[in-house]
């Protein structure tokens, strides 16, 4: 079981620059990779970006340039730097984690909410 708690959500103008960080506990070592998912109203759950854990990223298009997904493995820590927002950045932000084994994130955060004023 691995268990994630997210912070660092909040309102911003557009332009603007959040830090999400993703807390990470229980059987860390079961995991080979996590990701940053959203959801906007109205619309499906997305994935962001993710890492693996031998460091290889990924990012979707919209936020290529933007966004950054970084980790602090004596934290336990994973983060989203995200700069230059814009209004359709908004959404509920969601840390994930995927397991040993598994081909879908089945760990999941709480969420926060991220909102993104013109």
């Known amino acids: 079981q691995v268990q994630l708690v997210e912070s660092g959500g909040g309102l911003v103008q557009a332009g603007g620059s959040l830090r999400l960080s993703c807390l990470v506990s229980?059987?860390?070592?079961?995991?080979?990779?996590m990701g940053w998912w959203r959801q906007a109203p109205g619309k499906q759950r997305e994935l962001v970006t993710f890492?693996?854990?031998?460091?290889?990223?990924n990012y979707r298009d919209s936020v290529k340039g933007r966004f950054t997904i970084s980790r602090d493995n004596a934290k336990n820590t994973m983060y989203l730097q995200m700069n230059s927002l814009k209004p359709e950045d908004t959404a509920v932000y969601f840390c994930?984690?995927?397991?040993?084994?598994?081909?879908?994130?089945?760990?999941w955060g709480q969420g926060t909410q991220v909102t993104v004023s013109p």
């Open positions: 890492i693996t854990i031998g460091g290889t990223t």
């Open positions: 994930a984690a995927r397991l040993e084994g598994d081909r879908e994130y089945r760990s």
């Open positions: 229980g059987n860390i070592f079961s995991i080979n990779a």
